[in-house]
């Protein structure tokens, strides 16, 4: 007769002592059903009364005081391991025992064991450190079956949704989340694991789900699946966050903001007030005020301007020298007014309404292009102009107008601060990142320095440290959602005294 099978190991101990115990109790006593073709059938000790002895007895293993009748073919040994110290014992079943049966000597023995015990001391420190952090986290954590059904489920999750751990474990995720029959597609959401299956990576989804007391909560959940070596998936990790109290703060501040522009245009002061404590509507309220100051202040020089003139023209016959204060009236009138034209230029750029027109762009020769069109005005500040540009740049994909702007107005900033200084360097410089596939710009300025407080608030709209009427703090606002509608990045980094260099990264796309 064939057997497909291979053949099993019956193995037996000699020696009955707190080793052997160790032994049957910290190994499966049969390895079938793990896949391993061996088992343990039998021990032997002088004293029955040894705590292996007795233990092998609870087991329902042979239990024999002479090792010797381990020779009977009856017990079909084919293994021996020594747990017995003794050398006089190994050298006496190895020149007795049959050729058929193996042994393994006292000192081979606990070179493994201590080897599987320190491995396993190790496993189980990682194992108490890892379960230490699984019950700290407070997202909720469960793992999932590709049938769907629950293996495992942290204690935040049984916490926070009311669940007892035998009313979670074995069922499906649907029953569990939902009290569905079937998997949770729902409208334009699919079910999670499925997608991961179909997309062949991790999902992140907002969904809806129903709590044991029949409350509506909602979670952001991510779902990753976890490989076997054939390439199918073993289980699922979800790992998902409660934001219904998030949620529904937003949607309280969205309601809210909807009833105050319905109001604001009745009730501007009281509605004002209202603004600054709704974090939502902080830019709004500072846009107003700051709008209305801006504005107001070239407005009201302009119409006193425009007063003189009408008092001098009706006092009787204009002269030379009226003539020549018309003029200087005049030109502070078309000052003024451009002012005005700037603050309103710089709002529309900052509500960034237009869609950018794409288009290859040379920054190099963008570069070049501002610092001309900058040129009088460097030098008048006495600001000392160096290029550092990548000859090899690629051209990149974007609004050749509205990056100009950027450039512009880093380098007018820039210009300023070196006034401050008394003069200085400013350095710019253009490489090729092959790594990021982005291109990286920087303008590096030697001048006064921004306070570390004010570093962060720099593109926070109408932030400004100008004097009043040289500007509205929009300029790096507006830049930093041009850098931003590109793709890209932009950061700054001062010192005080020394200067400050800001940093802006490109990506490189393909035009479609």
Known sequence: MTFNSPSIVNIALVGGDACARDVLERTTLDFLDKGVNARFTAIADPDPESPGMVLARQRNLTVLTDYHDLYDPEYAIDLIIIIHPDEAVFDDILHTRPPRIRLMSHRVFMIFWKAIRSEERKLRAQYLEMKTILDGIQDFILVITPDMEILEANGAFLEKMGYRREEVIGKKCHEVYNRLEEPCDTGDQACPLREVIRNQRSVRQVRTRGSPHGKLRHFEADIYPIWEKDGKISKFIH?????????????????????????????????????????????????????????????????????????????????????????????????????????????????????????????????????????????????????????????????????????????????????????????????????????????????????EENVQRLFEPFFTTKKKGKGVGLGLSVAYGIVQEHGGGIEVTSEVGKGTTFTIDLPLRKET
């Open 239 to 451: 790992i998902s966050r409660d934001i219904t109290e998030r949620k529904e703060e937003e949607d309280r501040i969205t309601r809210r903001l909807e009833e105050m522009v319905e109001e604001r245009t009745r009730q501007l002061r009281e509605t004002h007030q209202q603004l600054l404590h709704q974090d939502k509507m902080a830019s709004l309220g500072k846009l107003a005020a700051s709008v209305v100051h801006e504005i107001n202040n070239p407005i009201a020089g302009i119409l006193n301007l425009v007063m003189l003139i009408r008092r001098i023209n009706e006092e009787g016959e204009v002269t030379d020298a009226d003539r020549e204060l018309f003029t200087q009236y005049l030109t502070l009138t078309e000052t003024e007014t451009r002012r005005i034209s700037r603050i309103v230029s710089n709002l529309l750029a900052f509500s960034r309404q237009s869609k950018l027109e794409l288009k290859q762009v040379d920054v190099n020769r963008l570069i070049e292009t501002t610092l001309f069109l900058n040129a009088n005005m460097l030098k008048i500040k006495g600001v000392k102009v160096h290029r550092d540009l990548d000859g090899d740049l690629p051209l990149i994909l974007g609004s050749e107008d509205q990056l100009e702007q950027v450039f512009m107005n880093l380098i007018s900033n820039a210009a300023e601060a070196i006034e401050g200084a008394g003069g200085g360097d400013l350095t710019v410089s253009a490489r090729h990142r092959l790594a990021e596939n982005a291109v990286r710009l920087t303008f590096e300025d030697t001048g006064v320095g921004i306070p």
